[in-house]
Antibody, heavy 120, light 108 residues
């Protein structure tokens, strides 16, 4: 059974870089699938941030593309998110998820999510 | 961006009721439409993929239909454990993948 677990700082200062990691268990990332990040501001809806194929090909939300980097570390069986120049608008629960089948979406399964607050 | 318009934004129904949520895409997305259930404090869970395919392990009271721009999600007989917020999500070739604004389902 595939399981995903997000980790990283819960508090980031404005203008700094948000860094999160998603550890995958029960499946080897190098074997395939897309792996993605989705976020949800408190009390609001869901926003897709971007996805990465196991080979390293990336797809980003154009609205965030200039600030986002998603990378994969097959040796550690994990993938990561970096979001630069953060503001309060980036405060959200950040989820990692696997793409189903041969596409970045649908997203299944999901990690439990981690709240990141941007504040000085 | 492809806009996904979900309605209603909230819904109150009784146990045993048939519940229907609609999702309209701003352009043709074929059947690249998924439905998720999110319970409070939890991650979303995939229920329906490609408009009408039931994810393994999901009760058969959940169903989806539609293609092109108009989609429907139905719970045939509402159960207490179905209380959640439901989201549609499109994944057409045109990025970004986008979600509807959600439908909060409550028990009367």
């Amino acid at each position: 059974q595939v399981q995903l677990q997000e980790s990283g700082p819960g508090l980031v200062k404005p203008s700094e870089t948000l860094s999160l990691t998603c550890a995958v268990s029960g499946y080897s990332i190098s074997s395939g699938y897309y792996w993605g990040w989705i976020r949800q501001p408190p009390g609001k809806g869901l926003e897709w941030i971007g996805s990465i194929y196991h080979s390293g090909s990336t797809y980003y939300n154009p609205s965030l593309k200039s600030r986002v980097t998603i990378s994969v570390d097959t040796s550690k069986n994990q993938f990561s998110l970096k979001l630069s120049s953060v503001t309060a608008a980036d405060t959200a629960v950040y989820y990692c998820a696997r793409g189903r089948g041969g596409s970045p979406a649908p997203f299944d399964p999901w990690g439990q999510g981690t709240l990141v607050t941007v504040s000085s | 961006d492809i806009q996904m318009t979900q309605s209603p934004s909230s819904l109150s129904a009784s146990v045993g009721d048939r519940v229907t949520i609609t999702c309209q895409a701003s352009q043709d997305i074929s059947n690249y439409l998924n439905w998720y259930q999110q319970k409070p404090g939890k991650a979303p869970k995939l229920l329906i993929y490609d408009a009408s395919n039931l994810e393994t392990g999901v009760p058969s009271r959940f169903s989806g239909s539609g293609s092109g721009t108009d989609f429907t999600f139905t719970i045939s007989s509402l159960q207490p454990e179905d209380i959640a917020t439901y989201y549609c999500q499109q994944y057409d070739n045109l990025l970004p993948y986008t979600f509807g604004q959600g439908t909060k389902l409550e028990i009367k």
